[in-house]
């Protein structure tokens, strides 16, 4: 059974550079879509990125311009990149995973919490 | 961009009710709509997807319906499992969520 896990440092200052990383276990990461979702406190799901194996990616156009996505096949990894961090970016952080285009997120990982505070 | 739009944002149930959530869409998104229910604490995880399709181990208390621009989540028989937020999804351009259903008792 394949299994998402993110990880990242927890908490980060503001102006700083946030990287989280999804390791892939049970199962490929070829021929798969790898997406960015996050979740504010109290608040709904907004989706970040998503890369394919290619190296294409599609940002969201609001984070477009300080939001990197990666793809590490030998180490079955993707990461995330996001700088000049704010307070609005305190969220819980979601790596999924989607078959196809228009497919849906049928895998994700836990989540991991990042706090934005100095 | 495509908008979503869940109604009710919130209601409240007793065990065994048949509760039914919307999701409109500001544009035409054919069937690309997916439903998701996420417990506090955890991930969502997905229901229907391509707005009738039952995903592989989930209940068959749980169906969709709809396409263009309107879709219906409907749980038959409320479960005390089913006291959570849905949310559904568009992946027909980008994806985007609604702004989620909140299910209570």
């Known amino acids: 059974q394949v299994q998402l896990q993110e990880s990242s440092p927890g908490l980060v200052k503001p102006s700083e550079t946030l990287t989280l990383t999804c390791t892939v276990s049970g199962g490929s990461i070829r021929n798969f879509s790898w997406s960015w979702i996050r979740q504010s406190p109290g608040k709904g799901l907004e989706w970040i990125a998503s890369m394919y194996e290619t190296g294409r990616t599609h940002f969201d156009p609001s984070l477009k311009s300080r939001a990197t996505v990666s793809i590490y096949t030998s180490t079955k990894e993707i990461s995330l990149t996001l700088n000049s961090v704010t307070a609005a970016d305190t969220a819980v952080y979601f790596c999924?995973?989607?078959?196809?285009?228009?497919?849906?997120?049928?895998?994700w990982g836990p989540g991991t919490l990042v706090t934005v505070s100095s | 961009d495509i908008h979503l739009t869940q109604s009710p944002s919130s209601l409240s149930a007793s065990i065994g009710d048949r509760v039914s959530i919307t999701c409109r869409s500001s544009q035409n998104i054919n069937s690309d709509l997916h439903w998701y229910r996420q417990k506090p604490g955890q991930a969502p995880k997905l229901l229907i997807s391509?707005?009738?399709t039952l995903h592989s181990g989930v209940p068959s208390r749980f169906s969709g319906s709809g396409s263009g621009t309107e879709f219906t989540l409907t749980i038959s028989s409320l479960q005390p499992e089913d006291i959570a937020t849905y949310f559904c999804q568009q992946s027909f351009s980008f994806w985007t969520f609604g702004q989620g259903t909140k299910v209570e008792i």
């Open positions: 391509a707005s009738s």
């Open positions: 999924a995973r989607s078959d196809h285009g228009t497919a849906p997120f049928d895998h």
